[in-house]
């Protein structure tokens, strides 16, 4: 059976070479590849054409969820390695397929790449709880109004920056330019934005929106 091909991404270099270094030591596993989260990743893939993506969000998880959102959809799966479960659950919307820690060893990261790539999913244990406390009905950080007794999840600062410009009636467009994301990044963050504060349209979330004093017209 041929080695299973892997790309590295990760922001610092050290951790690129670290993670290469590991997955290298392990039986069946080739490194096909390694790039930063910022470099072009579908240029990347192409060139590299690994079977897996291994993803270091570093400390700075929102920006890896953008750049996941826009490559996740019809490329290989990916792994990614988050410092807590803060940030889990977006991580998995934006298409992760694994979500392991930081410090998990190479043995568990090998065998969970091999398992994404054979279509299966991979949650450490510790974020179980973070998955938990989201889908409870109340959770530490929401907000209400009082028209509204549900409960709202809170926004990440991208998904803000998101609804304060939708709240200007910029197209999505528009939206990617301002925030030099992909409208399909967008679009995956308006999504998110009308789940989370329980509406239909556009319209209805900065009516809402408003109402929760989120933004201000």
Same mark, same amino acid.
């Given at each position: 059976?041929?080695?299973?091909?892997?790309?590295?991404?990760?922001?610092?270099?050290?951790?690129?070479?670290?993670?290469?270094?590991?997955?290298?030591?392990?039986?069946?596993?080739?490194?096909?590849?390694?790039? =930063? %989260?910022?470099?072009?990743?579908?240029? &990347?893939?192409? /060139?590299?054409?690994?079977? #897996? $993506?291994?993803? +270091?969000?570093?400390?700075?998880?929102?920006?890896?969820?953008?750049?996941?959102?826009?490559?996740?959809?019809?490329?290989?799966?990916?792994?990614?390695?988050?410092?807590?479960?803060?940030?889990?659950?977006?991580?998995?919307?934006?298409?992760?397929?694994?979500?392991?820690?930081?410090?998990?060893? =190479? %043995?568990?990261?090998?065998?969970?790449? &091999?398992?994404? /790539?054979?279509?299966?999913? #991979? $949650?450490?244990? +510790?974020?179980?709880?973070?998955?938990?406390?989201?889908?409870?009905?109340?959770?530490?950080?929401?907000?209400?109004?009082?028209?509204?007794?549900?409960?709202?999840?809170?926004?990440?600062?991208?998904?803000?920056?998101?609804?304060?410009?939708?709240?200007?009636?910029?197209?999505?467009?528009?939206?990617?330019?301002?925030?030099?994301?992909?409208?399909?990044?967008?679009?995956?963050?308006?999504?998110?934005?009308?789940?989370?504060?329980?509406?239909?349209?556009?319209?209805?979330?900065?009516?809402?929106?408003?109402?929760?004093?989120?933004?201000?017209?």
């Amino acid at each position: 059976m041929a080695d299973l091909r892997i790309l590295v991404v990760a922001d610092d270099p050290l951790v690129r070479a670290g993670l290469a270094t590991l997955l290298a030591e392990q039986p069946g596993c080739t490194v096909t590849g390694r790039v =930063s %989260g910022t470099d072009d990743l579908w240029a &990347a893939i192409d /060139a590299h054409r690994p079977d #897996v $993506l291994l993803w +270091d969000a570093g400390w700075n998880p929102d920006t890896t969820l953008d750049r996941l959102a826009e490559v996740s959809e019809s490329q290989p799966p990916v792994a990614v390695l988050l410092p807590d479960g803060s940030r889990a659950n977006a991580m998995w919307s934006a298409g992760a397929r694994a979500l392991l820690r930081r410090d998990a060893d =190479s %043995g568990r990261i090998a065998a969970s790449l &091999a398992s994404i /790539a054979r279509g299966l999913t #991979v $949650l450490d244990p +510790d974020f179980a709880t973070a998955f938990r406390l989201a889908s409870a009905p109340q959770t530490p950080k929401t907000w209400s109004s009082p028209d509204s007794a549900s409960p709202v999840e809170e926004l990440t600062p991208r998904e803000m920056a998101v609804l304060r410009l939708l709240a200007e009636g910029l197209p999505n467009k528009s939206i990617a330019s301002r925030l030099s994301i992909s409208e399909h990044t967008v679009k995956f963050h308006v999504n998110a934005i009308l789940g989370k504060l329980g509406v239909a349209s556009r319209t209805e979330a900065v009516v809402r929106a408003t109402r929760l004093g989120l933004i201000l017209l």
